[in-house]
């Protein structure tokens, strides 16, 4: 070393490059650096020359200390770096360093990998046959319908919680509102805080229905927000969004077998009932449609239920052709 840095101790220059000096050390070194310019110059030079040999052995997947000690001396010995003259105790010294921060730096990024892999994996629920209960990574739970299925992956980690719903499930959304909770279904996107609703899409359409909270609805450019009792009706071919009043929660017969009907008209209840019972009623007095009845079905058969209507209705049920007629 020249005159400058005489008083330079090889060895704790090299501590000094890789963050292991004391208080005491660290003044030394910086004394020395503040000493000459030629100081600094031939420090910066030699700690590039360092860290792009371990960038060159990071890349490589190979922890070699021979080999990255003779890039190290090749590229010293180039005629346009400062070279650096290290004693033999500071090699052996350097090397062993060397090793420990390959190690290390590959052990990041494995775990990294490793943890990020993990991170993104695609979790699928499927409901066949039977109605399935699921608890997702921020504690949302949901109810799958049978022939329904969920998709989301193991961990939340980005702005959002997207998942993506085919057929029915009803939500119950942990709340979190730096994180909106977002499903899609189809091409209509359904975006909540913490808040439980049910969504389905059978028939060529797509209905949510709001039991509490604020839910945002939109499909293209188009867009509504229910609250506690409303739902919307969007068709799958058309783009416009048709809000209204729920008459009471026919939605709720796949979760806890009950059917609640507010004022609901018999056209509804029949559609929810040809889907719970696998049958095919039909309405044919055109008038029946939009009779309303309010009651509440609980776990009840179909013989049972259609008792109910034929008394409140005062109209005449007759089983016909594997159909239910209603006149």
């Excluded at 840095?5 to 070194?29: H, I, Q, R």
């Excluded at 910066?44 to 890349?59: H, P, Q, R, V």
């Excluded at 319908?145 to 959304?173: C, D, H, I, Q, W």
């Excluded at 005062?314 to 159909?323: D, L, M």
Aim: one cysteine or more.
């Amino acid at each position: 070393m020249s005159q400058n840095n005489m008083n330079m101790n090889d060895d704790l220059l090299v501590k000094y490059l890789v963050g292991e000096t004391d208080a005491d050390e660290n003044a030394a070194v910086e004394n020395w650096l503040k000493a000459d310019e030629k100081n600094l110059n031939n420090y910066n030079g030699f700690k590039k020359i360092w860290e792009d040999s371990l960038l060159i052995a990071a890349e490589n997947k190979t922890i070699n200390e021979d080999a990255a000690w003779k890039r190290l001396q090749n590229r010293i010995h180039q005629k346009d770096v400062p070279v650096i003259t290290l004693k033999k105790s500071s090699i052996h010294w350097l090397r062993i360093v060397a090793s420990i921060l390959l190690i290390s730096t590959l052990g990041w990024f494995g775990y990294s990998y490793f943890e990020n892999k993990s991170a993104n994996t695609l979790i699928q629920v499927y409901a066949t046959n039977t109605t399935l209960n699921d608890t997702l990574p921020d504690g949302t739970t949901v109810t799958l319908n049978k022939n329904s299925s969920l998709s989301y992956t193991s961990t939340f980690m980005g702005s959002t919680r997207p998942v993506t719903l085919k057929g029915e499930a009803f939500f119950n959304v942990s709340p979190d509102k730096t994180k909106p909770f977002i499903i899609t279904i189809n091409d209509v996107t359904v975006q909540v805080v913490g808040t439980s609703f049910n969504v389905k899409n059978k028939n060529g359409k797509t209905i949510v229905a709001v039991e509490t909270g604020i839910v945002k609805v939109s499909k293209n450019k188009d867009q509504v927000e229910l609250r506690h009792g409303e739902k919307v009706i969007i068709a799958d071919q058309k783009s416009e969004l048709v809000k209204s009043i729920s008459k009471g929660r026919l939605y709720n017969y796949y979760r806890n077998k009950e059917l609640v009907c507010d004022e609901t008209p018999l056209q509804e209840l029949v559609e929810a009932l040809n889907e719970i019972y696998n049958v095919n009623i039909i309405i044919k007095n055109p008038s029946l449609k939009e009779k309303t009845l309010t009651t509440v079905f609980k776990d009840q058969s179909l013989d049972q239920v259609l008792e109910v209507i034929q008394e409140t209705f005062r109209i005449k049920i007759e089983r016909k052709n594997n159909q239910i007629l209603l006149e």
